[in-house]
């Protein structure tokens, strides 16, 4: 996820369960040239496997000499983004404006095949504005020789509004032979369970894991029939907030790390009173030690605004 899924955060979904991660979406074009940045953006550790790089763009060259750049990198999985519904990525042909042109987005996934012995997987939605086609454009992505797909159940149109349709994602399973991996709006164990029963033979977890990356070990526990860990306590998740910046400040210096951290920290202070004033304060984090502070400023506030457990007598 663009902004969210640097390493440091990969690492910490994969401490609790997560068993592929992918990095951010990357430009193809911008790989294709060398730009620094979107190397950064691709930093990954031999701890962490297996893991996927997302490639987006639209020109089969690109995409080409791309994947090869993501094998050499030492990446497992070649992703490729036919979802993505934002305007800057869609203008260009890619992500989900790929939906309109189906072979282009085949010779792209081809080109790609051509170029990398890895596993070229497409990342993709129900449709432009219709998920009518959702089962023939999966089809022509395995034809292509897609190993997988993952779908999110919205349309382009969609964006992140209404509800993700799993109906959908079933007859997308059903119309195909590679794995499918469904996604959209898994946040708890009922989700995920609905989602399951479509046959997917995974899930893409997105926004139910920002700010709570244990999430998985509740998935974990669910896939495996037996009952979800406790979540962690509020000590417990600013210890694993402060794990991350820690990590972030390590990928990118503590400047531009901070800078990281502001959003990605307030995803940590949902669903708990004071969270509001904690999230505000985000915004303003410069240093590591900022973040400490707030975070012991948190758990301190919490602690003592709770009643008296143990009343003496
Ligand atoms: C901030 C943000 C960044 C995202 N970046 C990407 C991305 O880089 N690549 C991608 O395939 N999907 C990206 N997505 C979409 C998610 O992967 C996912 O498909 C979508 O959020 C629905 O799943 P969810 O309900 O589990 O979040 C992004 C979503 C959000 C909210």
């Known amino acids: 996820m663009a902004g969210n899924t640097n390493l ?19 430009s ?8 620094a940045k979107t190397h950064a953006i691709l930093e990954r550790s031999d701890d962490e496997f297996p893991v996927a790089a997302q490639l ?9 000499v791309a994947a090869k750049i ?14 993505c519904p934002v305007p800057k990525i869609t203008g260009g042909g890619g992500g989900s404006a790929l939906l309109q042109t189906p072979e282009l987005a085949s010779e792209c996934v081809q080109a790609m095949r051509e170029a990398t012995h890895l596993p070229v997987t497409v990342k993709t939605r129900t449709g432009w504005d219709s998920p009518d086609q959702a ?5 022509l992505m395995e034809e292509a020789g897609a190993s997988a797909l993952t779908i999110h159940g919205r349309t382009r149109e969609q964006k992140y509004s209404g509800k993700a349709n799993y109906d959908i994602i079933r007859d997308v399973v059903q119309a195909t032979n590679i794995p499918i ?24 977890i997105g926004r139910g894991a920002l700010g709570r990356p244990w999430f998985f070990a509740e998935l974990t526990a669910l896939l495996s029939h037996q009952p979800p860990p406790p979540p962690p306590s509020i000590p417990e998740r600013m210890d694993i907030l402060i794990e991350l910046g820690q990590g972030v400040c390590q990928l990118y210096g503590e400047k531009r790390g901070m800078q ?5 920290a307030s995803d940590f202070f949902r669903e708990a009173q004071g969270c509001a004033q904690a ?8 240093t590591l030690q900022d973040l400490k502070t707030l975070a012991k400023e948190f758990t301190f506030q919490l602690e003592s605004s709770r009643p008296n457990q143990d009343p003496e007598p």
């Open 8 to 26: 440091a955060y990969r690492r910490l979904c994969r401490k609790y369960g997560a068993e592929i991660t992918t990095t951010e979406m990357v």
């Open 28 to 35: 193809a074009q911008a790989l294709h040239l060398g730009d």
């Open 56 to 64: 987006f763009g639209s020109n089969p060259l690109h995409l080409r």
């Open 70 to 83: 993501i094998e050499d990198l030492g990446f497992q999985i070649v992703d490729f983004n036919v979802g």
């Open 135 to 139: 089962p023939e454009f999966a089809l």
């Open 181 to 204: 991996l469904g996604n959209g709006d898994v946040v708890d164990m009922q989700s995920a369970a609905e989602l399951k029963k479509t046959g997917v033979q995974g899930m893409a």
């Open 260 to 264: 990281n951290m502001r959003r990605l």
């Open 279 to 286: 999230r505000k304060k985000c915004t303003a984090l410069n």
